[in-house]
């Protein structure tokens, strides 16, 4: 089955600094990866996605981009502001599967 | 507010009793997903319902069950609850299958004493 590794598990960031986390899986038939944003108690917020027919995809200040040679993803934040405080998960899901593989999840922390 | 709701938001309960959790999809998704939520093991797919039909299977127990029906609502089982099923447990939907966004309920958290 599906392995995805996600790096760092912790991160914090100056304000206004940009944030960078990266995924990477190990099934090569993969083909769609979200990322979701979780707050303390609350639900995995979808944020972005990305497909494996396209490399970089963007939505404001986020960004994710996709190697499917290397088979590795990642997600950018610019402008960090103190809302993004959260845990991230990256995950992927296997070409003729549905559920989602997540990674164990980045805290990232924005110091003011 | 994904538009998916759980039920109940809290559960409370004892070591070898059953329990039932309760999910329902945004209106028109076709599709709910359980998933665990753990310190140790992360967020984990267990099981999938497509229209009504088991789809597919991940990480889930024997003593876990699941169902979804003619509205498709779903309820996952929970029985022979031992400590270690403390976890907060989430549903999501998507529209069908193989369909991209899968979109998360608030979730339940159990906790098993």
């Known amino acids: 089955g599906e392995n995805v590794e996600q790096h760092p598990s912790t991160l914090s960031v100056q304000e206004g600094d940009s944030a960078v986390i990266k995924c990477t899986y190990s099934?090569?038939?993969?083909?769609?990866f979200p990322w979701y944003k979780q707050e303390l108690g609350k639900r995995p917020q979808l944020i972005i996605d990305i497909r494996s027919n396209v490399g970089e995809k963007k939505d404001q200040r986020i960004a994710v981009t996709l190697n499917k040679t290397a088979k590795h993803f990642s997600l950018h934040i610019t402008e960090t502001q103190p809302e993004d405080s959260a845990v991230y998960f990256c995950a992927a899901r296997e070409g003729g599967a549905d559920g989602l593989t997540f990674g164990k999840g980045t805290h990232l922390i924005i110091q003011p | 507010d994904s538009g998916v709701t759980q039920t109940p938001k809290h559960l409370i309960t004892a070591t070898g009793q059953r329990v039932t959790l309760r999910c329902s999809p945004r209106s028109g998704d076709l599709s709910v997903y359980w998933y665990q939520q753990s310190l140790d093991q992360g967020l984990q797919f267990l099981i999938q319902?497509?229209?009504?039909?088991?789809?597919a299977k991940g990480n889930i127990l024997e003593r876990f069950s699941a169902q979804q029906f003619p509205d498709l609502h779903s309820e996952l089982n929970l029985s022979s609850l031992e400590l270690g099923d403390s976890a907060l447990y989430f549903c999501?939907?998507?529209?069908?299958?193989?369909?991209?966004?899968?979109?998360f309920g608030p979730g339940t958290r159990l906790t098993v004493t």
């Open positions: 099934d090569s038939a993969s083909n769609y």
């Open positions: 999501a939907s998507s529209v069908g299958v193989a369909s991209g966004e899968q979109y």
């Open positions: 319902y497509y229209n009504g039909e088991e789809r």
